[in-house]
């Protein structure tokens, strides 16, 4: 069930559950459509255990992954070998949001766009924070 398409200069990238495992994962084709990598797709539990992604960009250095419902940030070297992840509110400040999109721009920075309750749930915001460095 495929669940996300992101485009990159030269990659597709797609990410949904395997219909074979039924585990969230994500792959990287060439702008012809041939599989170039798979990215998690491990039972939950693993270290490349995904729950629901959302978005994935590609930078210089790799692939950045959201997760909106384990609430974590993947991060990838170019060669599909994960390097580690962080959680919302280690790179955020936030509390249980919904990392919900992304969008690189032209000097390799990445947008990321989540939604979050206010404390006193008055309202829904939309937060946007900048990655660099990656």
Known sequence: RL?????SEDHIILAGADADTENEA????????????ELGNQEYGGEQSLGSI???QE????????????????FWKSDGSLLGSAEDSELFGTDY???STAAR???????VGLTEDRADKSAT????????GF
């Open 59 to 74: 930078t210089e250095n790799g692939f950045i992954g959201l997760d909106g419902n384990m609430r974590d940030v993947f």
């Open 3 to 7: 669940k996300t398409a992101c485009l």
């Open 105 to 111: 721009l032209s000097d390799g920075t990445v947008l």
């Open 26 to 37: 994500i792959w990287i084709l060439d702008t012809e459509g041939n599989q170039q990598m």
């Open 54 to 56: 959302t978005n994935v």
């Open 97 to 99: 949001p919904w990392i």
């Open 125 to 132: 915001e939309f937060i946007v924070y900048r990655i660099s």
